[in-house]
């Protein structure tokens, strides 16, 4: 007797008809009638009656009595495949800021899942402050952050450092291919708070006097409004999937802002069981650091 007749016994119960059961299982009539009797001469018992002139069918006393055995071996049966399925999980939690999340890791994170089928990514979308402090109360594993913090128990280091450009429409009327910051009209800049740097470079070369036309803490919105002259500065690796999804110019500036920095945080004592985790998503980043394409220049 095997799993495939216990499913049609159980089948026919349930529909009370042997043609019905033969399509819910996709099988032939006439398959269905061959494990029903296969099924009744392996227990030397009739399981079924159907009675002449009559669609549906009943179940005879030992029918009665071998179908709560038929429901117990469906469902050791499964237990079992499902015993056979199951593998040990291992979840690695990160923090990162959005327009990482967005722009820049998800190569790394798509490439770790592909490979990696055993272990499960619980990504935290979070500034870079609350990053630190969900890693400092071990909440998270590890972290990507733009702007770095002083704290003695955590471990920063620098992933990458790419540069910032002009990003406008294709028809912007500029003298030439390198752009000063006084070649920019504020009236029509998109301003991204970026960091605390970048403010500071933002307030040298422009009036503080007049304000930008839109402001964004957050650069998910921004390019969307890159049209009628406005322009804005990004950073390098945003700029290049954007190039991809719109039609817009890049500009490489002269005095331009300091570069933006990446870094990685982890804690200094991290949680002894989740060392194995840490150290296979590791090699993930190194590979990451070694092989994208996303900081080279346009």
């Not at 119960?13 to 009797?37: D, F, G, I, R």
């Not at 990514?121 to 402090?133: A, C, K, P, V």
């Not at 605390?196 to 304000?211: G, I, K, L, Q, Y």
Request: charged share 20%.
């Amino acid at each position: 007797m095997n799993i495939t007749a216990i499913r049609v016994f159980l089948e026919i119960v349930k529909t009370h008809s042997l043609s019905k059961a033969a399509e819910n299982l996709y099988l032939s009539q006439s398959t269905v009638s061959h494990h029903l009797k296969t099924m009744e001469a392996e227990l030397n018992s009739q399981l079924i009656i159907r009675h002449q002139g009559q669609r549906t069918i009943h179940l005879t006393p030992k029918g009665e009595n071998f179908l709560p055995l038929a429901e117990r071996w469906l469902s050791l049966f499964k237990d079992t495949q499902a015993l056979q399925d199951i593998r040990p999980h291992s979840t690695l939690s990160l923090g990162c800021t959005d327009s990482l999340n967005t722009y820049v890791f998800p190569e790394l994170y798509q490439n770790l899942l592909s490979h990696e089928e055993t272990l499960d990514l619980d990504i935290r979308t979070q500034h870079s402050q609350e990053i630190y402090n969900l890693l400092l109360n071990h909440e998270i594993d590890t972290g990507f952050v733009i702007t770095s913090f002083a704290y003695k128990n955590v471990v920063t280091r620098i992933l990458f450092t790419e540069p910032m450009v002009l990003l406008c429409q294709k028809d912007m009327p500029f003298p030439s291919a390198s752009i000063h910051p006084q070649d920019l009209d504020v009236k029509k800049e998109i301003f991204i708070d970026w960091s605390p740097e970048f403010r500071a470079w933002h307030d040298f070369w422009f009036n503080t006097v007049t304000s930008p036309r839109i402001k964004f803490n957050n650069p998910s919105l921004s390019h969307y409004f890159l049209k009628n002259n406005y322009w804005s500065i990004f950073p390098i690796s945003m700029a290049r999937l954007l190039l991809k999804e719109m039609d817009l110019a890049v500009y490489p500036l002269t005095s331009p802002p300091p570069d933006r920095t990446i870094y990685q945080i982890t804690h200094k004592e991290p949680l002894s069981n989740h060392i194995p985790v840490l150290t296979t998503f590791q090699k993930y980043v190194t590979y990451f650091q070694e092989t994208t394409t996303l900081f080279q220049k346009l």
